[in-house]
């Protein structure tokens, strides 16, 4: 057999123990592992450049800009004049590269917990970061989310949670409690708005609604919505909150308004026909999220399927 | 090692030949042999009951309905009164089952080019098909999609082609050709309307784009939408076409009007915002899609690639 | 991607949860479950048919008569003139087709706790059991084999057991123990020979040693012996015991002539100089096995690794 | 599901397109591309440090000394006073620690056409050189085996053949024909010894039998062994020959009282017991080579099969 003809270098990303993704890898650019966990960059065959922590893909070149700008940007919209923002997680440093094109922005804080995800991030992954972290209106704060809540006299218009998922195996879990979210909202600003990556509805709907139903325990107005992101094998799921704004009054029109205007650059992917199917989560699915009730405290937490 | 902790029986979906989507088989149904190709149903561990044809996934119960809606009613509904409708391929019987759904209906022929399909479903997947082979004014004729569009000489409203992918070994790729787009709308009646599925925008962009070009090229309208399907592992593609009929002129209300007062039954899927939401094409893919400008011929045909 | 050059239909034989043997299906000929476990018979690429159990690979025709030699024919050379041979196990038929091999034979028990194995073998592998299960020398009883040693009231010459590994989920465990040898023991007649699968010394080394251990316990003279199976993946270890008679002073010499005279056709594995290198054991593993000094009680019993 | 319980990383070796063997990563070490071929050094589960070339295990710690005491021993052993010994690859550097155990041994000249693979294992694989790229008896020379025995003019006792598959994409295939062992045998001083490996027998049974039929073509005795190599996922196949010496003469009495007199340190796998039993070819395989009448030539070579 020609030595060219089978691909025998893979990254398998199990989605539950009975299916998975498997992708050849192309090359290796980083592999190592932090204090928290096991941190690769590498080509992935059909994704690109991607990087891929604990063995999930956190994103991929081929479409990074999805997901980031799906995170950021109805957020940012949704607050008008956002000046100061908070991300939580984000070591990529696209979050901060989204948040940063808005003009009005003035100091964006990023707070990770792993320096080493940054540094690899800060070396590996210039398409991602596009220099965000020399941005004079950026500070980079290594720090546990969970702790710097805690700490913070700072008040922010926008935070945006772009955090591992809630495994049980880790801390992350409880930074998707009624607690955690409650001290969260006294850091917004009035009319601060709040978004969180809301792991899969298809694969986790379970977890998916828990944490949108615990978010909506705790602010006025809270919406789900769902993009497919290729590189993370199916729709993925995201939860928008405020206690002033409802997200779902933007419209088209303002969307491309607002983003001709007020944002640097030009997006890929998120518009205003984009942000009306966003929104437009499918019956099916909005049944089966409205079927589950449970909210996740620190005593009773949500975490992913094993 | 325990027997029972690790799936030992698979089915591997490849996408290109460096990805693939691997899943437990937990009991297989059926596995057989006809004249055109290789024929499972398997239950599949996420995903249920599944056909798979050629190692290809046709549909899965956990989301065949996604499939099946999204393929039949925007056409339908656009010609607003179909009462004589043309499935090509469609050998589940869903696909007629849904279109059977329409009160307007009066006649549906299915051409299917392989009986044992035919056979297979109707004993397998009673969860599709749900009686439709047996309605009476449906009519089974077993017989090459490019031979009957030669011979029939009976009009139709609607022309719903639901075909294997133009694969370079089988025959179907005759079946995404200019001439054949001609013949067949030489059997639609004045304000008839076209619909065909179109491979994946995201996998294989080139006969995605080709496909609609190639249906654009014969048709006075004609649109691409798009829908995630889990079970095909991605964001799937479809062509609706009329000379009469802009898809893009049906607004939400219209349609789920449509939708209360002449169809039997409830969606789980399709629905005015969600019809919205499957034609807005990402920016990046349109402008991928629009870079192409290709139309497939006898001469020239197109294949998904290899 | 043509359908036909990529296969998406594979068994997975794990050997640890790191490592495992892939092979595509390319029939799947019976697929069932009996109360005590998943059977399949298949046709394996690579392998050719193979009988599959709870996701182990039994026997497999490319090389079946390579397991079934070695485990019966050294036995029952050593014993000299076995006359009533006891298997335990060995649903295929293939132990008992080559136990029935020898002249000598008058008697063979056959006891296995699972007939839904035997009417799969009968129906499935005739290339295996070739009619032994209908010779009238042979008789077959469904009973667990613990419960048989306990009520029978036969003896043997030779005690052959072709039993599944010693996995902590099921009851299999309890038959590698030194109560049962012990009690297997009292079944032979003078001068018998008892023999045994003994898992793989390579991959499961631990298990593999205690085995030997334990019988070596029990009876004056044990040996292992070592033989590679393709099927299994690796090298198969066995062990042999008698309390009158050293396997390792039997001479090619003797073996080939009594091949010869005693046994009807011709082997296509087993013959004197493959016995030599069958008992070679390789130094390193000699001496790993050496270093490990547990012997398996019904308290204290031995399992294949997690 | 927690992200340490699924193996992510993972190196699938095929044997042919229709079965593999797949193997956890752990760790790579490096990975480069050469001139000629993909480099990777990985700790791989269950193998432990392994040299990859091109997705193929050359060695693995786990038993490279198998494969190198195998390959080394018996031909040195049969020419009884090696002095002088090429090397025709082996860039590993293990196969020259072989040879440099061996007292008599006063030159050792190893040819490999890749000076990276050479680099790379002075670096990465210190547990199979053991410094013998610094023995003052060794020289280097980076050089296309093929080139050098046409421009070398000085002879060997003992050549040994330690080089990549004869794959149809690469030059290695005519390392593997008749005018080149004529031109090899030119080489050997009176007395001289050949051994090269000769693929999996049970695998590549047609060039196994090849590689035997071509070498016995242009040497009065030439002998096939067999050995099992657990990183090679089999039994690996040698051929040794020479003008003047039977490789079957050696017995383990005169094998064993060698080693103990005339090699520095302990063998771990090579014996005198071992060597009858590498030699101990099974039947059902003699006659399978037995039956290939084939020999390789520069117009008519043969391949490893696609």
Not at 236 to 243: H, L, R
Request: hydrophobic fraction near 40%; avoid cysteine.
């Amino acid at each position: 057999m020609a030595e060219d003809m089978f691909q025998w270098h893979w990254f398998i990303e199990w989605g539950t123990p009975n299916s998975a993704h498997m992708y050849g890898i192309e090359k290796i650019l980083y592999h190592g592992r932090s204090k928290y966990q096991d941190i690769m960059v590498a080509i992935v065959k059909d994704l690109g450049k991607a990087l891929i922590l604990d063995g999930k893909t956190q994103s991929a070149i081929v479409d990074e800009f999805v997901y980031h700008e799906s995170l950021v940007h109805p957020a940012m919209i949704l607050h008008g004049k956002p000046e100061k923002v908070l991300i939580l997680g984000g070591g990529e440093g696209a979050t901060a590269r989204e948040v940063l094109r808005f003009k009005s922005v003035k100091r964006v804080v990023m707070v990770d917990i792993d320096e080493e995800v940054v540094k690899v991030s800060k070396e590996y992954l210039p398409e991602w970061h596009r220099g965000a972290f020399d941005d004079p209106r950026f500070e980079l704060i290594i720090m546990d989310g969970l702790k710097y809540v805690e700490e913070a006299n700072e008040k922010f218009d926008v935070i945006i949670a772009d955090l591992a998922d809630p495994l049980e195996a880790g801390p992350a879990y409880k930074l998707y409690t009624k607690e955690y979210y409650e001290k969260l909202k006294k850091l917004l600003n009035p009319g601060g708005v709040f978004v969180t990556q809301a792991t899969s509805p298809t694969i986790t709907t379970f977890t998916h609604a828990v944490i949108f139903n615990t978010i909506k325990s705790v602010f006025k107005y809270a919406s789900i919505y769902h993009v497919y992101v290729r590189s993370f094998d199916g729709v993925w799921g995201f939860v928008i909150a405020s206690d002033t704004k409802d997200p779902r009054s933007l419209t088209p029109e303002v969307i491309d308004k607002y983003l001709a205007e007020n944002v640097e650059g030009e997006n890929r992917f998120y518009e205003g026909i984009i942000h009306l199917s966003m929104f437009a989560v499918p019956k099916y699915l909005r049944k089966a999220i409205e079927s589950i009730k449970d909210i996740a405290t620190l005593e009773k937490p949500v975490f992913m399927p094993a």
